[in-house]
């Protein structure tokens, strides 16, 4: 039996798609975030020394980072697949293949960061501090999101927006491991800088939370919230 270490709100949303769509049997053991500072509860360190979810255990393995356990899943348990899920790994040499490998890299390498960076530049001024430095902090955080977090979030959110002009999914025609690893920074991008015009992304959003596997992850690991 695979148990899925679901810290809420968290990246290992799309882990529990994944299995849905597989027809996997799993368990959910579900840790709280803390309520002031958002951080995952020390428990998680008893499965992984990281402390971070999400993590999966199944037999003597423990897996840990959102990549890492896709990939294992789809090698393990990918030939379970029916349908439009019966080829998640494209066959290698193919455009899709190579797609599927960037998008996979893509999304926590490099769009997560910025995603990061400006939810910690927009929590900043939030956090309490003495009433003198909040000034300060709040002029300090808006220039380094003007300068920098922002101008790389919109490159990024453009890139994204004309490669979905062209694709159904992130590899190509096909749903892939892709596409999980890119639903939470999905998510995320248009949470925090989905204030602009980007219908082919919101359409990828749409087709994606239409898929019923999808609906019963959510049901399952609860809602997938965006703090700002």
């Not at 349908?83 to 790994?89: E, I, K, N």
Request: charged share 20%; hydrophobic share 45%; glycine share 6%.
């Amino acid at each position: 039996m695979i148990t899925v270490h679901h810290l809420e709100t968290s990246r290992s949303q799309r882990v529990l798609w994944l299995l849905e769509e597989l027809g996997l049997p799993y368990e959910i053991k579900l840790y709280r975030r803390h309520p002031v500072t958002r951080l995952a509860p020390p428990e998680l360190r008893a499965v992984h020394p990281l402390g971070k979810s999400p993590v999966i255990t199944d037999g003597e393995l423990t897996i840990a980072e959102s990549g890492a356990i896709l990939e294992y899943l789809v090698e393990r348990y990918g030939d379970q697949g029916r349908g439009d899920v019966a080829h998640l790994q494209p066959a290698a040499g193919t455009p899709e293949y190579r797609q599927c490998r960037f998008w996979m890299h893509y999304a926590e390498g490099s769009l997560m960061n910025w995603l990061v960076m400006k939810l910690v530049f927009l929590s900043i001024p939030k956090q309490p501090m003495p009433f003198f430095v909040r000034p300060i902090a709040r002029q300090l955080c808006k220039k380094v999101l003007a300068k920098l977090v922002d101008p790389n979030v919109a490159t990024a959110m453009k890139f994204i927006e004309e490669h979905l002009a062209t694709h159904a999914w992130f590899a190509g025609e096909q749903i892939t491991v892709a596409d999980f690893q890119m639903s939470f920074a999905v998510e995320a991008a248009l949470s925090r800088a989905g204030n602009g015009r980007l219908p082919h992304l919101q359409a990828y959003k749409a087709r994606m939370e239409a898929r019923p596997a999808y609906q019963r992850a959510i049901a399952k690991g609860g809602p997938v919230v965006m703090a700002a």
